[in-house]
């Protein structure tokens, strides 16, 4: 499988500076401002989304693996712009707080920053790694944002109040890193007191104390996360984005994620190797990440919902 660092280069990145940012057919009959939000909107053009993130009012945050820019559409209409232009390495996985704090993760840059959503400057930033590295994903936690690097058995903590340093989490337990892709996603469990990774190249989910960075098998009932990537927890369920398998499986948890039962699937015939997920009302919105695809200043992207 191909990884997200080997599908970021630099034509890639050239073509997204090349595009013009304006998104065709946001407009379209999919809703209104009146009426059901739009179940599918476009993306700007050579985009290559890959994170999402939704807070408590009806925009979702994209970010681009190209150049880092961060866009900003509106689940009302479908229409966006970008807020904050990128530093020219990726944003991959992101996490809004209830400040308009947008927590980004760097990729093979391996670094973190906070992107502030209403003036689009960055409040801090963070170099967790050298190669090799990829962070790849956050979660917000009382206790701070926890990042994952796929390349090193670290999380990396950093706190939410933005002063002082990052700390690095060693990973022990039974997670054990192995060639390829490693820990992925990243969410918190039911009860609120652990974390929970998926480990890409093993397809298996961990939980992770977040004090310790002791690590425990999660126990799916023999389901294999095949192509695992973002996590999103709601309550006691528990959301898979499987992203080449272009679907999201959908788990009941125990409230400390020690163990869960597979209760279903979610797939959308529009999905293209959807990455991750974020939640707005009753629906879950992926972004299309098109893996594998040519990258050109014409290439399209979007956003797609399911039912919760």
């Known amino acids: 499988m191909l990884t997200r660092r080997a599908l970021i280069t630099s ?16 407009a379209s009959a999919h809703g209104s401002r009146h009426r059901r939000f739009p179940d599918t909107f476009p993306l700007p053009n050579a985009f290559q989304p890959e994170g999402i993130a939704i807070g408590r009012a009806p925009f979702a945050y994209f970010g681009s693996l190209a150049t880092g820019a961060i866009y900003r559409a509106s689940l009302v209409t479908g229409r966006g712009e970008i807020i904050s232009e990128g530093p020219g390495t990726p944003s991959v996985g992101l996490k809004i707080d209830d400040h308009g704090r947008l927590f980004v993760a760097g990729g093979a840059a391996g670094n973190g920053r906070v992107v502030d959503t209403h003036s689009g400057r960055i409040l801090r930033s963070w170099t967790f790694a050298t190669a090799p590295t990829f962070v790849n994903d956050v979660v917000l936690t009382p206790k701070g944002a926890f990042f994952t690097d796929s390349n090193q058995p670290f999380l990396y903590k950093v706190p939410l109040s ?49 004090d310790t960075g002791v690590t425990k098998a999660v126990d799916l009932g023999g389901f294999a996360l095949t192509n695992g ?9 528990l959301y898979v984005v499987q992203n080449r398998l272009n679907q999201v499986a959908v788990f009941t948890l125990d409230k400390r994620g020690l163990s869960g039962r597979l209760t279903g699937t979610r797939t959308n015939p529009n999905f293209d190797v959807p990455t991750t997920v974020a939640a707005f009302g009753d ?10 695809v040519t990258v050109t200043p014409d290439t399209t992207y979007s956003v797609n919902s399911v039912k919760r």
């Open 229 to 237: 990537d973002g996590l999103l927890t709601v309550g006691r369920t």
């Open 162 to 210: 933005l002063r002082g340093e990052p700390v690095r989490l060693p990973l022990t337990g039974d997670l054990v890193y192995g060639a390829g892709f490693n820990v992925n996603g990243i969410a918190r469990t039911p009860d609120g007191r652990g974390l929970l990774v998926v480990q890409s190249n093993t397809a298996s989910l961990f939980r992770v104390d977040p």
């Open 283 to 292: 629906r879950l919105y992926l972004p299309n990440a098109r893996f594998g």
């Open 11 to 26: 034509s890639a990145a050239a073509a997204l500076t090349a595009a013009t940012l304006t998104v065709p057919g946001a």
